[in-house]
């Protein structure tokens, strides 16, 4: 497994947690107002888009460590808008809207995980030497 592949994994693995993060703090919105009526909605809502922008991210960077091959094996996906939004709540937060996300979690995110998934199982697991080793050489590149 090469080096490009090993993080591809660690960032789906990445994306795949923060999936299911935001749908566990997602289960308490049943409308868009939830978000909106106190503090405790309006932190879930901070928190969640913080998520979606790191997930925008990761696939970006995915796409560029794959040569836009991965991504474009899932076309049920449109992975436009799931880059995207990260540069849309990134760029304009202040303009934040509350609904889109609402219907990102509740409409996109099940299916985005499923693909997330599968994209992980299409890569052979590296072993913990495997990872280490990477760590290793990623801490030297620093240096």
């Known amino acids: 497994m090469s080096n490009e592949d090993i993080i591809v994994v ?6 795949a947690y923060s999936i299911e993060l935001i749908q566990s703090r997602f289960k308490a919105i049943s409308v868009v107002d ?13 928190s969640i888009s913080m998520r979606l922008i790191a997930i925008g991210e990761a ?4 796409d560029k460590l794959t040569d ?8 049920q996906i449109e992975w ?11 760029h304009h937060y202040f303009d934040l809207d509350a609904e889109v996300i609402y219907y990102v979690c509740r ?11 599968k994209m992980i199982g299409e890569y052979e697991i590296p072993n913990d030497d495997t990872v280490e080793s ?9 240096k």
């Open 10 to 15: 660690m960032s789906l693995k990445d994306i």
């Open 80 to 90: 436009k808008q799931v880059k995207g939004i990260r540069d849309v709540l990134s």
């Open 68 to 75: 836009k091959a991965l991504l474009s094996s899932y076309p």
């Open 107 to 117: 409409d996109y995110l099940s299916d985005l995980l499923e693909v997330v998934w």
């Open 134 to 142: 990477m760590k290793d050489m990623d801490n030297k590149n620093k």
């Open 34 to 46: 939830d978000f909106l009526e106190n503090e405790i909605g309006l932190e879930k809502l901070d």
């Open 59 to 62: 696939f970006k960077q995915i």
